[in-house]
């Protein structure tokens, strides 16, 4: 009845139109202040340390160094090296297109930078090329979701951080999957320039490949340094976050001089609503999950589905159809930090591994990005491009195939996930 009266309550709250995030902070203060014993001020002092984990840190630095490196040159000189490596081939531009979304993602952790940085140079650059538009569109705004694939991932990090597990292992489990959906991305736009004999002009250069890695060194460097570090233990992620936002911050004013002094207020202003709005739905997500284990609800739950659900197999499909269903609607990262207790029992009585199932959880993140009529990718697309929502969804419709199938296979072979993060047991 109280998980009934619950559901209900937030629904009833998203239809009226109220945040996300103001929808659980009110709802688990309601709750906790009618149907349990606890004083209130507990839900505040749940409400300051749900936002205080130093994990939370690392999120702050990568947003702001992903800002950083939008505003600048990084994103223009890693597409020359791409370019100049294999944009002479059939679908080249293409596929360099999906390959610095992958580098990029490796130094930004946020899928939205990803599409700004490489799409708004990369859309016109093919279409000027020949591709077609809506593939151009296409293309783009879904290779930008291998932004939270790739680690650094913001989802990640909060992930790590609402299950408890080790954000090493989580950022290594997302390697293998980010490189095959990549892979998958490169394979279908190879198959279509061939199909359409796109390719540019450009012939491979010695002489340029020379120059463009040259010219491009600092950003090649940064994801050595970055990554290289957290798996090696020179630093912590958080440290590594840190480490980002200096080296992004010196190489762009100092050495590319692309920035100046005065770009740095509006960056930083829009940095920190970004920063201060996340910070919101995580203190608020903290108090609805302390009301959670105080009443015991995903205990409850899990009791409940597993009268019906007798295998892994069953709940984990279930599982997905239910997040790429709540993806049309909702900010999956929000449906993270409020499901993720509740998966937590279920996850334990199935024996799944809660690494693995993170990344079973991002890459619904990432199709929700790309799923009308809430998908951010959609609309930062469309703001670049000019196009409307629909024609951007439109476009991205066989790109979400690619998506769904390699879902499938990353759910149910969890080896994928779960190799490289054995190493460092």
Not at 11 to 33: D, K, N, Q, S, T
Not at 276 to 285: G, K, P, Q, V
Not at 298 to 305: K, M, N
Request: glycine residues 8%; neutral net charge.
């Amino acid at each position: 009845m109280t998980v009934a009266f619950i559901i209900t309550g937030l629904v009833l709250f998203m239809i009226m139109g109220i945040p996300l995030a103001a929808v659980m902070g009110i709802f688990a203060m309601a709750c906790v202040a009618v149907l349990t014993q606890v004083p209130t001020q507990a839900v505040f002092q749940q409400l300051f340390q749900g936002s205080e984990h130093d994990l939370l840190q690392a999120v702050i630095f990568f947003i702001v160094a992903g800002a950083i490196m939008t505003k600048g040159t990084l994103a223009t000189k890693l597409i020359r090296i791409g370019q100049s490596l294999v944009g002479g081939f059939t679908g080249g531009l293409a596929i360099t297109s999906v390959l610095i979304c992958l580098f990029f993602a490796a130094v930004s952790g946020s899928s939205p930078a990803t599409v700004v940085a490489i799409g708004s140079i990369m859309i016109p650059a093919l279409i000027k090329s020949g591709y077609s538009s809506r593939f151009s569109v296409g293309l783009l705004t879904s290779a930008g979701a291998l932004g939270i694939m790739i680690p650094p991932s913001i989802p990640m990090i909060i992930w790590a951080v609402v299950m408890g597990v080790s954000i090493t292992k989580q950022f290594m489990a997302g390697f293998l999957p980010g490189i095959i959906l990549g892979g998958a991305l490169i394979l279908y736009s190879y198959i279509k320039a061939r199909k359409h004999q796109w390719r540019t002009k450009s012939q491979l250069s010695l002489t340029e490949i020379k120059d463009a890695l040259k010219d491009g060194m600092w950003g090649l460097f940064m994801p050595i340094l970055v990554l290289g570090g957290i798996y090696t233990g020179i630093f912590t992620a958080t440290e590594a976050a840190a480490v980002a936002f200096v080296y992004v911050l010196i190489v762009e004013m100092l050495i590319h001089r692309s920035l100046k002094p005065m770009d740095l207020m509006p960056l930083m202003k829009e940095s920190l609503l970004t920063v201060s709005m996340l910070l919101f739905i995580i203190a608020n997500a903290s108090v609805l999950s302390y009301y959670f284990s105080v009443d015991q609800i995903p205990l409850r739950i899990a009791d409940f589905l597993l009268q019906y659900i007798d295998n892994k197999y069953l709940f984990l499909f279930l599982v997905n159809i239910g997040l790429l269903i709540m993806g049309c609607f909702m900010d999956i990262v929000s449906a993270m930090l409020v499901l993720g207790p509740v998966f937590q029992p279920l996850l334990l009585r199935f024996g799944i591994d809660p690494i693995h199932f993170g990344i079973i959880m991002v890459i619904n993140i990432e199709v929700a990005f790309l799923t009308p009529p809430f998908g951010v990718n959609l609309f930062v697309a469309s703001g670049i491009t000019k196009k409307s929502i629909l024609e951007v969804a439109w476009s991205v419709l066989p790109f979400m195939l690619i998506f769904y199938s390699v879902l499938f296979l990353i759910t149910y072979v969890p080896w994928i996930s779960l190799v490289l993060p054995s190493f460092f047991d």
